[in-house]
């Protein structure tokens, strides 16, 4: 059977206008493992209590990060695939789980190419509903429509895996060369009850003391738990002794996984911190998560506060180590992944789906 590889990232808007944001966040959150309400409850809050007034706020956002060849996250995506299609022999198609290039097209042109045994890379480290199981669950979707002869295998989180963390150090390496006082690990936040949900035992996440630091098969599915193994990971090989871990970018009134990176950004700057680097392992590219939300207004808030200076510490975008990583992963394609693996990403989602009926 002929191989070829998918690489999923999250979506951008087509452009920072207005009306673009607006289609871009309606995708984004009707989608139900996102917004995880029922579907009238989920529509409500959506176009009538979001989609009113967020998009004119975050358009303006994005035209702070915007570049003159579109959005940052989908070209530098871009440059990764081209990176990968120069230096591997399968063919490397990308797709956005929100508006373009969508996945159906993605889809569409491996079939073209005859592929019928695709790896899926979702462009996420850790288990989150809200993007790595949204992208596994949309592919699947597409390729039963469009591609049922199409076999998907898929990438499992690779939060710890070593050569996610070499790329990881090394591509932090010139700042942590650098004077400071402190390095934040800011993480993109997700709602409590997501942990809840993505918890297959049932009686485990957010409900043991410590429930991070106790051994347990819901680790698997554990957002939270697999931050906390990347910081460990991370800190481990660079020799990182000054550093804490923050959420950001929550969203509603339900309890969000703490503490908050704004409010850490206070804390910090109100003890003493002076320099700060914040690096932000859950993605993979920069991004209005990234480029805007720390890299500006975290910087302002850091500064307000008493702090002196704020370095974003890029994501690992186009770095050659990262690059390497994903073209070691796709070398071991056949060899790793033919044979059937609990750990894969598509029987996590089963597993996780399993536990909550």
């Not at 967020?54 to 440059?79: C, D, F, H, M, N």
């Not at 979702?122 to 002869?149: D, G, I, K, W």
């Not at 942990?195 to 347990?216: I, M, Y």
């Not at 690096?279 to 805007?292: K, Y």
Request: positive net charge; aromatic residues 8%; glycine residues 6%.
């Amino acid at each position: 059977m002929k191989k070829g590889v998918l690489l999923v990232n999250l979506g951008s808007p087509d452009s920072p206008a207005v009306g673009d944001v607006r289609r871009f966040l309606r995708e984004f959150l009707m989608d139900g493992r996102v917004l995880d309400a029922p579907y009238l409850v989920r529509w409500f809050v959506v176009h009538g209590c979001i989609l009113p007034f967020r998009p004119k706020k975050s358009a303006e956002a994005y035209r702070k990060i915007w570049q003159p060849a579109g959005s940052p996250l989908v070209l530098t995506s871009r440059k990764v695939q081209a990176r990968l299609q120069e230096r591997v022999s399968l063919p490397v198609e990308l797709a956005m789980r929100y508006q373009k290039p969508s996945i159906r097209e993605a889809v569409q042109k491996l079939q073209e190419l005859h592929v019928e045994d695709l790896l899926l890379i979702p462009l996420f480290p850790h288990y989150a509903m809200s993007s790595f199981e949204t992208a596994v669950e949309r592919v699947q979707e597409v390729v039963a429509t469009l591609a049922p002869r199409m076999s998907v295998k898929v990438l499992p989180p690779y939060y710890d895996a070593p050569d996610y963390i070499a790329a990881l150090v090394a591509s932090a390496e010139e700042q942590l060369q650098q004077q400071y006082d402190h390095l934040l690990f800011s993480f993109h936040g997700v709602p409590e009850r997501h942990l809840r949900k993505s918890d297959p035992t049932g009686c485990h996440c957010l409900k043991v003391e410590n429930c991070c630091a106790a051994p347990s098969p819901a680790h698997a599915t554990c957002y939270r738990a697999q931050c906390f193994k990347t910081v460990e990971a991370f800190v481990t090989r660079a020799g990182v002794t000054r550093y804490s871990i923050a959420f950001q970018s929550r969203l509603g009134r339900d309890p969000w996984l703490k503490p908050f990176t704004d409010q850490e950004l206070v804390r910090l700057a109100e003890i003493g911190v002076k320099k700060l680097l914040v690096i932000c392992p859950a993605f993979v590219s920069d991004c209005l998560e990234t480029l805007e939300e720390i890299g500006l207004r975290g910087r302002e808030q850091f500064i307000e506060a008493g702090g002196q200076d704020l370095q974003l510490i890029p994501c690992l975008n186009d770095h050659p180590s990262w690059v390497a990583a994903l073209e070691k992963w796709i070398s071991g394609f056949e060899a790793t992944f033919d044979a059937a693996s609990p750990n894969n990403g598509k029987s996590l989602v089963a597993a996780r789906e399993r536990g909550q009926r």
